[in-house]
């Protein structure tokens, strides 16, 4: 089987608009969780979220092009252009061998919205005509590979909370099966609209905490009540290793296990005792050939249930609390991105392996005692990580683990 690295990165989320600011901002405990500005929450029960602000589309788009595209997708380019310049991939590296495995939970949910509301007052004449293209989940990839010109394989992942993280493992079984090279991975969301926050609230899943914003996201704390909506996207460059070394390319790791598991069980709450996680974890060490890991980026959501579940998920796969290694969920600081998450914590596990240090879990004041692990409390520690661990699980049931390798 061909090995799989990653060259190159991108990030953009609410407390950054690039991997290296996010990173840092991550890493000392900032938060980008405020009340929302961009509609009117006044009559919502949930008013907060973590917003990408001061964001401007024409730096990366033709302005005659922005209202082709949905925000989602707007910021899918920001990040995948990062990466592809990260990774040093210019005209001299063959397109044909090179796809995108993008990713999204949601897509252009605030655009589905202003669509059926101009349909329902005033008639179907008003949909905009960029209405669908601007809207669908594979349109991430499609923008971006007329951008970049990538002729590979052009797949999506559509599998809520997990999708960006099974947008990697496709984009790695494409190069390990020899169907491309390259590849690039976009996951990227942006569905904080009134819809969006509105079901979600109407489900109970999100926090509350309206006047204490910066405190709303607390994973594995006992007083989480929910999880804070994010936006923003997270790109790496994958390739085959041989091509990368071929090129010169900077190494920031090896993909050297991923796996895949669904709950059965139910379409929100994860299985019990993480049972589901567990075997997606399991599987992700068998393939990497049973590791000593010193890192996992959590799931780690701040909602009861996924925090819980995954702590007993954890001790089970590495054979009890003593044998677990620190574990952190950044969640605190970008808040949950859905369907872009899995690419932004891989970026963030990558950037953390580099740099030997554990990202901090922050907002962690009051002990669960069903949460027991090391999280890593509110300030990131120095570590020496050769391996690490990155986790996704999502509504329906859908689970996603990967392990990188330093190399």
């Known amino acids: 089987m061909r090995r799989v690295v990653v060259t190159g990165l991108g990030m953009i989320n609410a407390v950054g608009h690039d991997k290296e600011s996010s990173f840092k901002a991550i890493l000392e405990g900032q938060c980008g969780i405020e ?3 961009l509609f009117d929450a006044s009559n919502q029960s949930v008013q907060i979220a973590a917003e990408v602000k001061n964001f401007d589309p024409t730096t990366v788009m033709d302005a005659k092009e922005v ?5 989602f997708i707007q910021l899918g380019i920001k990040a995948a252009s990062e990466a592809m310049a990260d990774a040093g991939i210019d005209e001299s590296v063959e397109r044909e061998r090179f796809g995108i495995s993008s990713a999204s939970g949601i897509g252009g949910l605030a655009n589905i919205e202003r669509n059926a509301v101009a349909c329902q007052s005033r008639g179907p004449r008003r949909i905009s005509p960029f209405f669908i293209p601007s809207s669908l989940v594979n349109m991430l990839g499609g923008f971006i590979s007329i951008e970049h010109q990538l002729k590979g394989p052009n797949l999506s992942s559509v599998t809520a909370c997990a999708a960006g993280t099974h947008a990697v ?22 569905a904080i609209c009134p819809v969006g926050i509105g079901g979600f609230a109407a489900m109970k899943a999100l926090s509350t905490r309206n006047d204490e914003p910066k405190k709303a996201s607390r994973p594995f704390d006992a007083d989480r009540g929910g999880f804070v909506m994010g936006e923003g996207a997270g790109a790496l460059v994958l390739e085959e290793y041989e091509a990368a070394v071929a090129r010169g390319a900077h190494i920031y790791g090896e993909l050297i296990g991923f796996g895949e598991s669904g709950d059965a069980n139910h379409i929100t709450t994860p299985a019990p005792e993480g049972e589901g996680a567990y075997r997606a974890m399991k599987a992700a060490l068998a393939m990497a050939g049973q590791p000593k890991v010193d890192y996992i980026n959590a799931h780690g959501t701040s909602t009861k249930y996924n925090d819980w579940y995954e702590t007993m998920a954890i001790k089970k796969a590495f054979g009890g609390k003593e044998n677990c290694p620190p574990v952190s969920s950044t969640k605190g600081q970008t808040a949950h991105c859905l369907g872009a998450a899995g690419a932004i914590e891989a970026v963030v596990t990558l950037l953390a392996m ?6 901090p879990t922050i907002n962690y004041e009051n002990p669960d005692p069903d949460c ?26 859908t689970n996603g683990v990967l392990i990188f390798k330093k190399v």
Do not use: C, H, Q, W
Request: aromatic share 4%.
């Open 35 to 37: 009340r929302i500005s």
């Open 372 to 397: 027991d692990l090391d999280y890593v409390p509110n300030m990131a520690r120095e570590a020496k990580i050769e391996i690490a661990m990155s986790n996704s699980f999502g509504f329906g049931g």
């Open 67 to 71: 209202k082709k595209a949905d925000r």
């Open 169 to 190: 493992s496709e984009a790695a079984k494409t190069i390990m099966l020899g169907m491309a090279d390259r590849m690039l991975v976009v996951g990227a969301e942006a």
């Open 354 to 359: 580099r740099d030997s240090v554990l990202p």
